[in-house]
């Protein structure tokens, strides 16, 4: 029988209170005996770091698909590429533990002050917010609460308002506890898969505070007590109290290796780089403005190859179609007609070493978002044009591209690692007409390229942005959208439990946001 979350986090917290950890309970130590005083936080966060990669590892995650990185031509190694959502994961196991953590933490270092609390604060803003931008209004204040068995639900913009808090509270918190002496040190290097140090934690939280504060910009001038703008501003304008990231070197990343490769390689699908293909989104604002990144990251399509031209032409470099129907796209690609993935950094057998690292929190994105607030006004001395040009150049930066350097293209199945080369001129490209900044187009033109910077990382933030801005402009109204209306939806159902167990407060919540239908067109407060 299936469990509400609900239910599963008051479970584990009486039978803690009345038994302690059972054999075989995840957060049990097996020196520790019957006392589970002694069970290092270090496995707890450990769980929770490893927790942030889940649904979000490119290419086995449908994510990239539905942020329109790359179409599957071919369902049986990459999927569906259709976005008949339906009931959303939770995030509540989070919660939980986040709470277990507290409690060992307080055992075994007497206070609360800890530097695992302030991680605590971090990963529950996380976890809450992770929740609230796929549904809209969410179980937040009652989450976990022993005596309240079907939570209520908090409103959305009080889900938004609370996890600010938290995390300006996770700041303050690291802030007390770093030192001249702790601040490159790592804060768990057992427990934190990120490794990162004291003052790196910091770095990320006020980076992702930033990240949500301007995944608000649409509620940032109709809701004063929420400070959106001020709050931006103070984050800019104080790096001592809030340091944000100042280089890919601050980045939160999953780092891959020769032993954890790539996961196409992992999975063995490396051999079947033809069955997905490079979106048409993807290179209508790559591959047309002759950016050098497409070099690094695809592969010219065999067809254009075949045809003539050189792997150096950017003509040579064809997307596919999101909204087409799969079953076509299987027959063109049998004819090489559209371009894929890069093999000699994704595919092969050295993919763990290739290709980047995977971003969860990084700088490129944090300069396109504090570029897009100057746009906007939220700042004072702040130039937006900067900021976009540190973007693009962190972006190149980030894989590997530098101006002249010349880059070795191979084939579609690896089988032929070098079939050309092409020479990196990023000087150009920043020179060209639709990328060289001109403020009378500066939002499309900083969102464009922030959704260039997203290229196989950080989770679902490309499809946030487009839904909050529709720039740049996605596939859609094809059959190959597989939803009623061929439309992209705009949020996921509720979770299956919560309709089920949590019924009365449920029905509560869809009927004051969607009038009464758990309809996944239905627009939450946050881009209403």
Sequence with gaps: MKISFQY?????????????????????????????????????????????????????????????????????????NTYNWSNTNHTYDMIRYCSKMESQAIKQYGNSTNVYFALS??????????????????????AGDINKLTPVYDKQHDVY?????????ANTMFGNLTTPLNAGTKVDATGDIFGLTYLQWRKVINTYRLRILISMSKRADDNADLNIKQQFAAIINDPVKYPVMTSKDDNMVYRYTAITLYPPNRSGNAPYNN???????????????QDPRVFALTIPAPAQLAAGKQVSDFTAYVGED????????????????????????????????????????????MCFNIAEAAFRGWTTGVNASDWYLKGINASMDWYGLKQGQTITIGNVDGSKPNIGSATIDINAFLAGPNVAYDPSKGLTQILTQKFVGFFMNSGFESYYNWRRTGIPAFSQGGVGIGTANNLIPLRWEYPQDEMTYNKENYNSAITSQYAGTDDVNGKMWLIK
């Design 121 to 142: 604060k971090f990963f529950k803003a996380y976890a809450f917010l992770w929740l609230s931008q796929r549904v809209g209004d969410i179980p937040m204040s009652d």
């Design 322 to 365: 999101n909204g087409r129907s799969q079953g076509l796209m299987s027959n063109f690609s049998a004819d090489g007609k559209y371009s894929s993935l890069s093999y000699n950094r994704y595919m092969s057998s050295s993919s763990g070493a290739n290709a980047e690292p995977y971003i969860l929190i990084g700088y490129t994105e």
């Design 8 to 80: 599963i986090i008051i479970l584990l917290i009486t039978l803690s209170v009345i038994s302690g950890c059972q054999k075989g309970d995840l957060l049990s130590n097996p020196n520790a005996g019957s006392d589970n005083s002694t069970v290092p936080v270090s496995l707890l966060l450990n769980h929770l770091t490893t927790n942030l990669m889940r649904e979000e590892e490119p290419v086995i995650s449908p994510v990239y698909r539905f942020n329109q990185n790359i179409v599957s031509n071919y369902s049986y190694y990459f999927g569906s």
């Design 161 to 169: 308002k609370n996890c600010l808090l938290l995390l300006d509270s």
């Design 275 to 289: 069955c997905e293909n490079i979106s048409q989104t993807f290179l209508n604002v790559t591959a047309a403005y």
